[in-house]
């Protein structure tokens, strides 16, 4: 089972419904049933607090108060109803009858990037793990044919008259489902570079007649997976950018057109909570205080050492890849050697709540709560960061690897 790599996919982009249609004949795609359906990678809104800031619209939406939820029980909150939708950064992709995959993702312009048998009918692994069964999810797409593909296009406008301006638009492409059920599949452009997925009833309306299923039936399709993700493009606040560029210049301009697939060579992110405990650590040891004042881009009277917001931080592709060594070098001691004095500095950076399995939430506010106790939950629970930096060293070196011309690997915090 090989992971998806977004460097090595090679798509077809379509642009309009006529183009995809084509893609759809010229593959038989719409005379064959799907028999299994894999969400490549992280699905944020199946995440936690995601999920429950879900729950808690939905709930608000109905009328439902804080007081009255105190006294519900556990049936009728697994029957909460939510939509069934996936938000994804990597593709979906459809297992055939025939054993072959249809693989989809929508950029944010609109683009569709489509494929066949371009991606391990068995994987769901990709930049992140799989942490969604999209079987359970849209169990009712299975042994269907997906027919039609259909492109929506929406406009919103602000002002009036000559000071008329193009405020937002919206993307969709919209698949009929074979069977006697009015269900639709969707695929809906995001502002950045997720975009979602879904089952819909009846006729495409937007935000509204999305398919709704339990709660507990969600919650079944959830994998039990811990995971610091990285996220394939940018553009989303509360994240650290990690571009390439040249010390004097301003960080590679990201807005490169979709179809050209630039866009995925060039920026991934990182949630800021996910960097500070895993790499603040890292990347002040390797500042470099005489290149970055090179960078046109720091502040030049208030800006010194590793900026944690706003301003740009360069790292040379030399001292990056040192930095890099040094990670594998620090999670190899984190798994066979713990109490290695090495580690120390490293350790003593790691958040306690950043470790503690959720059951265990309390724990640090127990009277007997002391450092021991606090390092024997980080090296039993050292899962989490072992398995993020490998991914990390391995994604960071593409960049540099992809971007031969540029010299630095800049950070910049939200």
Same mark, same amino acid.
């Given at each position: 089972?090989?992971?998806?790599?977004?460097?090595?996919?090679?798509?077809? #982009?379509?642009?309009?419904?006529?183009?995809?249609?084509?893609?759809?004949?010229?593959?038989?795609?719409?005379?064959?049933?799907?028999?299994?359906?894999?969400?490549?990678?992280?699905?944020?809104?199946?995440?936690?607090?995601?999920?429950?800031?879900?729950?808690?619209?939905?709930?608000?939406?109905?009328?439902?108060?804080?007081?009255?939820?105190?006294?519900?029980?556990?049936?009728?909150?697994?029957?909460?109803?939510?939509?069934?939708?996936?938000?994804?950064?990597? =593709?979906?992709?459809?297992?055939?009858?025939? !054993?072959?995959?249809?693989?989809?993702?929508?950029?944010?312009?609109?683009?569709?990037?489509?494929?066949?048998?371009?991606?391990? =009918?068995?994987?769901?692994? @990709?930049?992140?793990?799989?942490?969604?069964?999209?079987?359970?999810?849209?169990?009712?797409?299975?042994? %269907?044919?997906?027919?039609?593909?259909? #492109?929506? !296009?929406?406009?919103?406008?602000?002002?009036?008259?000559? @000071?008329?301006?193009?405020?937002?638009?919206?993307?969709?492409?919209? #698949?009929?489902?074979?069977?006697?059920?009015?269900?639709?599949?969707?695929?809906?452009?995001? !502002?950045?570079?997720? #975009?979602? &997925?879904?089952?819909?009833?009846?006729?495409?309306?937007?935000?509204?007649?999305?398919?709704?299923?339990?709660?507990?039936?969600?919650?079944?399709?959830?994998?039990?997976?811990?995971?610091?993700?990285?996220?394939?493009?940018?553009?989303?606040?509360?994240? /650290?950018?990690?571009?390439?560029?040249?010390?004097?210049?301003?960080?590679?301009?990201?807005?490169?057109?979709?179809?050209?697939?630039?866009?995925?060579?060039?920026?991934?992110?990182?949630?800021?909570?996910?960097?500070?405990?895993?790499?603040?650590?890292?990347?002040?040891?390797?500042?470099?205080?005489?290149?970055?004042?090179?960078?046109?881009?720091?502040?030049?009277?208030?800006?010194?050492?590793?900026?944690?917001?706003?301003?740009?931080?360069?790292?040379?592709?030399?001292?990056?890849?040192?930095?890099?060594?040094?990670?594998?070098?620090?999670?190899?001691?984190?798994? *066979?050697?713990?109490?290695?004095?090495?580690?120390?500095?490293?350790?003593?950076?790691?958040?306690?709540?950043? /470790?503690?399995?959720?059951?265990?939430?309390?724990?640090? !506010?127990?009277?007997?709560?002391?450092? *021991?106790?606090? %390092?024997?939950?980080? %090296?039993?629970?050292? @899962?989490?960061?072992?398995?993020?930096?490998?991914?990390?060293?391995?994604?960071?070196?593409?960049?540099?690897?992809?971007?031969?011309?540029?010299? &630095?690997?800049?950070?910049?915090?939200?």
């Amino acid at each position: 089972m090989n992971p998806f790599d977004i460097q090595e996919w090679k798509p077809t #982009f379509c642009k309009t419904e006529k183009e995809l249609n084509a893609f759809w004949e010229e593959n038989q795609i719409a005379r064959k049933k799907i028999i299994k359906i894999n969400a490549i990678g992280i699905a944020l809104n199946m995440q936690g607090w995601a999920l429950g800031k879900r729950i808690q619209e939905t709930l608000s939406s109905a009328g439902v108060t804080d007081e009255l939820m105190q006294k519900v029980d556990k049936d009728w909150y697994n029957n909460i109803q939510l939509n069934t939708e996936l938000e994804l950064w990597e =593709p979906i992709v459809f297992v055939l009858e025939d !054993h072959s995959t249809v693989e989809l993702m929508i950029f944010p312009d609109g683009v569709l990037g489509v494929s066949v048998n371009q991606i391990d =009918p068995d994987t769901t692994e @990709g930049t992140n793990h799989g942490d969604c069964d999209a079987n359970i999810l849209f169990s009712e797409m299975l042994s %269907r044919k997906c027919r039609r593909p259909e #492109f929506y !296009h929406r406009i919103s406008y602000q002002g009036s008259g000559e @000071g008329e301006s193009v405020q937002s638009e919206e993307y969709a492409f919209v #698949f009929t489902l074979s069977g006697d059920s009015d269900l639709r599949f969707f695929i809906r452009a995001g !502002h950045d570079s997720a #975009f979602t &997925c879904g089952l819909f009833c009846s006729y495409f309306n937007w935000d509204n007649d999305i398919y709704k299923i339990p709660l507990e039936r969600i919650s079944k399709s959830r994998k039990d997976v811990r995971q610091a993700a990285i996220l394939e493009g940018g553009d989303s606040g509360g994240y /650290f950018s990690i571009v390439p560029t040249m010390v004097e210049d301003k960080p590679v301009d990201s807005n490169y057109p979709w179809g050209t697939q630039d866009y995925y060579r060039n920026i991934i992110m990182i949630d800021e909570m996910d960097v500070q405990p895993l790499l603040f650590y890292f990347l002040e040891k390797y500042f470099d205080e005489d290149l970055n004042k090179k960078c046109t881009d720091r502040d030049p009277y208030n800006s010194r050492g590793f900026q944690h917001y706003a301003d740009p931080n360069l790292y040379s592709y030399p001292t990056m890849k040192e930095m890099l060594q040094e990670i594998e070098e620090k999670a190899r001691l984190l798994q *066979e050697d713990f109490e290695n004095p090495e580690l120390k500095e490293l350790i003593d950076d790691f958040s306690i709540s950043y /470790f503690l399995p959720n059951e265990l939430w309390d724990l640090p !506010h127990q009277e007997d709560w002391n450092e *021991e106790k606090r %390092r024997e939950i980080i %090296r039993d629970n050292l @899962g989490i960061a072992i398995d993020f930096y490998a991914r990390f060293v391995s994604r960071v070196r593409k960049l540099m690897e992809r971007n031969p011309d540029c010299e &630095c690997i800049c950070f910049s915090g939200p």
